[in-house]
Each structure stands twice: as structure tokens, then as C-alpha cells.
């Protein structure tokens, strides 16, 4: 008689103490869970808040070689002026000090090349210039053997920073005299000189 009521409740004790597992298995499951849930909109959230700081670099160093102490297209007013001999007269007036290193890189219209330049025209020292001064360089359209010539109408021109690349800041156009330049495919100028006669010069 004793031993057939125990087992009921033998039976009862390990019911609930199978249901009291089970419900702590799913309680650590579900925590687990909203943890995890928790983490991955942790990090959503901090990849979509980076900036992408890797296009930007790019873009920047697309633009052009460090300014340093090189004019450049917001350092100086470019203006092109009619000289002898079909030439033309580039003067690059500074509005702060700034150094005229090298040559202007020209672009005719939509050219993909620059022109080239005269080797002889380089100066002992890049110009520098004070606020007022100017730098000179001569233009020289076309020669005997530059093959056939054709109507330039738009002129762009690049600076040089001190290792030589274009300087940042883009490309200054300079209106040509009266609107139009006969150029053919020896088109160059001169260095940037500190003197005019010196840039029409050969």
C-alpha cells in the first residue's frame, strides 16, 4: 500500500522538474537571440554611419600635386596678348606671393595633349613673384614643319608645382586675341620668365 502511493508522486515530483528544464532551456535560447539581434543592428548601424573616406582621398588626389608655395589658378589673373611675329604673350599677374615654377601646361580646345616647350627658355631659378609682379611666357603657334595648321578658339592653362606635376586647383582659360590662334601640331612656349623680352626671346 505504502510503496503504490509514492509512486504518484514520485511520478508528479519529476514532471515538474522535467518542465522547470525545459522552460530554462528556452528562456537561454530567446537572450541569446535578442543578443545577437542586438549586435548585427549594432554593426549595420555603424557601417552604413562611416563616412567612405576611401572615394574622397581619391578624388583629392586626382585633383592635382600639393599647392605648396607654386602659383596657381586662384593666386594669379592670365591674360593672352597679341605679340610679334603671330606669338603670343602669356602674363600671369599674381595677387599673393606665390613661385612661376616651370612652364604653363597649355590645352587647345579639347585637345587631350599639351603643348610642348622650349627647352632653351629655362631660367637659371623658378620666377617668384610678389603681389603685383607677373610672370612671362611666349606662345609659339606654328612652324615650318608643324604640318597643317588649324583655328584654335579656346586656351586652357595649368600651373606647375615644384616637383613638376600640375598644380591643384584645376585649369585657368585665358581668351585668345580676337577670339581665335592658328596653331598646328609644334605648338609650344617658353618657360615662365620674369621678363617679357625674355618670352619672345628666339
Do not use: H
Not at 157 to 172: H, I, R, T, Y
Request: aromatic share 4%; proline share 6%.
Amino acid at each position: 500500500m505504502t510503496d503504490r502511493r509514492l509512486l504518484p508522486l514520485a511520478a508528479a515530483v519529476l514532471t515538474a522538474v522535467a518542465t522547470l528544464t525545459l522552460t530554462g532551456c528556452g528562456g537561454g535560447g530567446s537572450s541569446d537571440a535578442k543578443d545577437s539581434s542586438a549586435a548585427n543592428a549594432s554593426d549595420s548601424a555603424d557601417s552604413s554611419d562611416a563616412p567612405d573616406v576611401g572615394a574622397e582621398g581619391e578624388d583629392s588626389a586626382a585633383s592635382g600635386a600639393a599647392k605648396g608655395d607654386a602659383c596657381a589658378p586662384s593666386d594669379v589673373k592670365l591674360q593672352a596678348r597679341p605679340a610679334p611675329s603671330g606669338r603670343v604673350l602669356l602674363v600671369a599677374t599674381a595677387s599673393k606671393a606665390c613661385t612661376a615654377y616651370g612652364f604653363p601646361f597649355l590645352r587647345f580646345d579639347k585637345d587631350q595633349a599639351t603643348a610642348d616647350m622650349v627647352a632653351a627658355s629655362k631660367p637659371a631659378a623658378p620666377v617668384r613673384l610678389a603681389p603685383g609682379k607677373a610672370a612671362y611666357a611666349g606662345v609659339v603657334p606654328t612652324s615650318a614643319d608643324g604640318g597643317t595648321p588649324r583655328e584654335a578658339t579656346e586656351l586652357s592653362v595649368s600651373f606647375q608645382a615644384k616637383n613638376g606635376d600640375p598644380v591643384e586647383g584645376g585649369e585657368l582659360k585665358a581668351a585668345l586675341p580676337g577670339g581665335k590662334l592658328k596653331i598646328d601640331d609644334s605648338v609650344r612656349t617658353t618657360y615662365w620668365v620674369g621678363e617679357e623680352a625674355a618670352a619672345l626671346k628666339g
